[in-house]
Every structure is written in C-alpha cells, then in structure tokens.
Nanobody, 119 residues
C-alpha cells in the first residue's frame, strides 16, 4: 500500500516561513524522483520543486531563491522549506513520487496540505 502523507501546512503571515513534510511508505524511496506541486483557487496545478534520487533540484520560477526542497532517505521523507512567503503562495501543496521508467510504474500523490499566507 503506497502512502504519501503531507504535513506542516497552516496559516502564516507574509514574510514568514513554513516547512512542509511528506512521509512516504510502500515505495523504494531512495530511487524515486520526488516533487512538490501546488494548486491555488482558480488556477492550474503548478510545479514548485523537484529533487532526483541523486539530489539534483529544480524549482519553479516563482519560488526560486525562497523555497528549498530536500530529502532524507533514512526517513523516506521529502521536505519543502518555504521562506519569505507571499500571499500568492497560498495554495494546496501536493507531494508527488514520480513514476520510474517502464510500463509498470505510476505517479503517486499525497492528499495535499493547505498553506495560507495572509496578514
């Protein structure tokens, strides 16, 4: 049974910080590319950040310099450190385990965690 469980969302003031966690089970975490996506009301799903099994990272333009993705293979967990938060960062944030090459692999998604940036 594959599970991705996000936590750490909540209400924060503009300029504040928040750290999201995504705890995984049922996958071989150490070989999986992982990522964070978000969806704001009325907008399409947006790439936030990705990290490969080797630690290479990629960020969406809107979060570069403010957000940091990391992973702890010993804990099967991926993190998203969010600094200098802006109201436009308000969204539901989803954790993603990217499918592996081959016919029998699938993307997996967490249930999402709400981040609200407001004064």
């Amino acid at each position: 049974q594959v599970q991705l469980v996000e936590s750490g969302g909540g209400l924060v003031q503009p300029g504040g910080s928040l750290r999201l966690s995504c705890a995984t089970s049922g996958i071989i975490f150490s070989i999986r590319p992982m990522g964070w996506f978000r969806q704001a009301p009325g907008k399409q799903l947006e790439l936030v950040a990705t990290i490969t099994n080797s630690g290479s990272t990629n960020y969406g333009d809107s979060v570069k310099g403010r957000f940091t993705i990391s992973r702890d293979n010993a804990k099967n967990t991926v993190y998203l450190q969010m600094n200098s938060l802006k109201p436009e960062d308000t969204a539901i944030y989803y954790c993603n385990a990217r499918r592996l090459p081959g016919l029998g692999s699938y993307d997996y998604w967490g249930q999402g965690t709400q981040v609200t940036v407001s004064s």
